[in-house]
């Protein structure tokens, strides 16, 4: 027959042998002897801190006839020897119903217990009926909800205590109706008391170091100490030595981890590597080393800052922790703390490299106090023709970013020399009807290329800025970093080739059933002709993407297209003598002929 493991033997019987949960024990107590047993209870807390076995022993207590007929020297407390705490501690009490509620977690469960809660105890009229649900976050909503009214206005004879691992997975709703004992992890000390014990108890011959070195790496489990105790004494026998648990435990077993945390601590890179690569060799597991570098670090941490060690170290060590540490500064510490932390092994346990990018992170100094970035250098100052130093413009105001400057007028004036050359390439026949023709005729009638002469009575800043205007205003001359592009020809001229290169389709859509309306910003306008079947189809996603990129090509900038409807325009109109005698003389256009 198997032997039964130890935490089971060794469960406490009574609420003075709980460790570490002295509040929650003392109210329970206190409750019990006083007759005020609340109706609901939720124990919450870390696994392996006596949720189960505080359930147990308060589902004990209740029952016990001694504590219901007489006074005894600790009340409260179970007697261990009535019939009802016989049968709980046998696992054969009727009167208490333990559910799983990882395996009992549906609707129809919880109705099979509201069914069941009706009946009396077994044990008669003065007992009560105690339900342990355990892992109660595991049940559905339905459950939870299908619980409600009876967890809060339960028969008088039940009692429910409801344990948990994850209390924020139970409704806000459960909560409320019970009366909550939060379980915080058992101390060190506590558990090293609880071990030796039950070491005791068992034979087992275990230096207190090793016991304290099993609660430590139980991190506040007694279950999981108990195992390690246990697996340790199946290994090295009922008399393990220090080297042995440690050994046990998989921690390192030699001073490696001390010498790497200081070889961090004094930035000795290359005596560093050299130990972490003696771990490797050796076959160790890299993340039990990392975790008792992390540990090494920590103690001297808490030696440097002069917390209260509670204990652990005598006078000499923490002595000869201080000599190692000569000249170290806490922000040095810290930050091997950090880096050998952070490491991450998980990736790859076998390779080393983590550890020694934390190292190098260690040996590398830290950034000294308040320092700061070498300010930029100041530019040389900048001098007039004449010598005399030019004064800076002023900075901008924080968070605002200074706008460039817009170029003048005057700035795109063309010298005088330059005008004169210009206007000895213009032809004679031209020149004489210079006063009687706009800036915009004149750049229409000499080309895209051709510069603007200023005519009679115009100054030339207002010359300038013509054919910018006119773009801007729907002219037919779109300045663009390729040059000026004739919008009246676009289409046909320059659109279109391309589209037909591409392929049919994108040539077909523009033959005759668009113009260039204007071009500005960015953005080209194309007015279809009151064809709401090529407008549509040019604005579809695909194809509008593929002329914007032919027209990219052509204006040398990223371009967007938008269509719109317009009539055809008569050919006339676009006449510069017939546009001259609509502004200067007021004549009227009766008709003329379209554009094909």
């Known amino acids: 027959m198997p032997a039964e493991v130890l935490y089971r033997k060794?469960?406490?019987?009574?609420?003075?042998?709980?460790?570490?949960?002295?509040?929650?024990t003392r109210t329970l107590i206190n409750a019990v002897s006083t007759g005020r047993v609340s109706h609901a209870y939720l124990f919450s807390g870390p696994r392996g801190t006596g949720k189960t076995t505080?359930?147990?022993?308060?589902?004990?207590?209740?029952?016990c006839e001694k504590n219901q007929k007489d006074k005894r020297d600790k009340p409260g407390e179970p007697c261990n020897a009535c019939p009802s705490c016989k049968e709980v501690s046998e696992g054969s009490a009727l009167d208490l119903v333990e559910l799983d509620g990882a395996s009992n977690r549906g609707i129809d469960d919880i109705r099979a217990l509201r069914e069941n809660a009706g009946y009396l105890p077994m044990a008669g009229?003065?007992?009560?009926?105690?339900y342990l649900i355990d892992e109660v976050h595991m049940l559905t909503d339905a459950a939870f909800n299908a619980l409600l009214k009876t967890l809060e206005e339960p028969p008088p004879h039940i009692i429910f205590i409801l344990a948990t691992t994850d209390v924020h997975k139970v409704p806000a709703t459960i909560v409320s109706r019970c009366q909550r004992h939060e379980f915080k992890r058992i101390p060190l000390s506590a558990?090293?008391?609880?071990?030796?014990?039950?070491?005791?108890?068992?034979?087992?011959?275990a230096p207190r170091e090793a016991l304290e070195m099993i609660s430590r790496v139980a991190t506040g489990s007694l279950r999981d100490a108990i195992n390690l105790l246990e697996q340790i004494c199946d290994s090295y026998g009922t008399s393990p030595s220090l080297e042995a648990v440690r050994e046990g435990l998989g921690l390192i077993a030699d001073e490696?981890?001390?010498?790497?945390?200081?070889?961090a601590l004094h930035a000795d890179f290359s005596g560093g590597l050299t130990t972490i690569g003696e771990v490797r060799d050796d076959g160790l597991d890299l993340r039990q080393f990392q975790k008792e570098v992390v540990m090494r670090l920590r103690e001297l941490l808490h030696v440097k800052s002069g917390a209260d060690t509670e204990g652990r170290w005598t006078a000499e060590q923490v002595s000869e922790m201080q000599e190692s540490m000569a000249g170290v500064s806490r922000e040095a510490l810290v930050q091997a703390l950090r880096a050998f932390g952070q490491a991450d092994l998980r990736a790859d346990p076998l390779s080393p490299l983590?550890?020694?990018?934390?190292?190098?992170d260690s040996a590398a100094p830290p950034p000294a106090p308040g320092a700061r970035a070498e300010p930029a250098?100041?530019?040389?100052?900048?001098?007039?023709?004449?010598?005399?130093?030019?004064?800076?413009?002023?900075?901008?105001?924080?968070?605002?970013?200074?706008?460039?400057?817009r170029p003048s007028a005057t700035a795109s004036r063309p010298a005088p020399a330059a005008r004169t050359q210009d206007a000895e390439r213009v032809p004679e026949d031209l020149r004489k009807d210079l006063s009687k023709a706009s800036a915009e005729d004149i750049a229409r009638m000499l080309g895209s290329k051709a510069p603007v002469i200023p005519p009679a009575g115009q100054e030339p800043e207002e010359a300038a800025t013509a054919p910018a205007a006119s773009s801007k205003n729907g002219g037919h001359l779109a300045t663009t970093p390729g040059g000026n592009i004739d919008?009246?020809?676009?289409?046909?001229?320059?659109?279109?080739?391309?589209?037909?290169?591409?392929?049919?389709?994108?040539?077909a859509l523009l033959n005759g059933s668009c113009r260039a309306v204007s071009y500005e910003g960015g953005v080209l306008t194309l007015g279809f002709f009151l064809d709401a079947h090529h407008k549509k189809t040019v604005e579809q996603a695909a194809t509008r993407k593929e002329y914007e990129a032919l027209a990219s090509q052509i204006f040398g900038e990223p371009v967007t297209i938008q269509c719109i409807l317009a009539e055809k325009t008569p050919r006339a109109i676009k006449s510069p003598l017939v546009q001259h005698a609509v502004q200067a003389h007021g004549a009227k256009i009766v008709s003329g002929d379209e554009e094909p």
């Open 191 to 205: 558990m090293a008391d609880r071990l030796a014990f039950i070491a005791g108890q068992e034979k087992i011959e």
């Open 10 to 24: 060794w469960r406490p019987q009574r609420f003075a042998d709980v460790s570490g949960q002295e509040l929650v």
């Open 125 to 130: 009229m003065d007992a009560h009926k105690v």
């Open 377 to 405: 250098r100041e530019p040389a100052p900048m001098r007039r023709p004449d010598g005399v130093p030019a004064q800076r413009p002023a900075p901008a105001p924080a968070g605002r970013q200074p706008q460039p400057a």
């Open 487 to 507: 919008l009246d020809t676009f289409v046909d001229h320059k659109l279109r080739p391309l589209a037909k290169q591409k392929s049919q389709k994108l040539d």
């Open 54 to 63: 505080t359930a147990r022993l308060l589902a004990k207590a209740i029952n």
């Open 354 to 360: 983590p550890l020694e990018l934390a190292l190098a």
């Open 256 to 263: 490696r981890a001390s010498r790497l945390a200081l070889q």
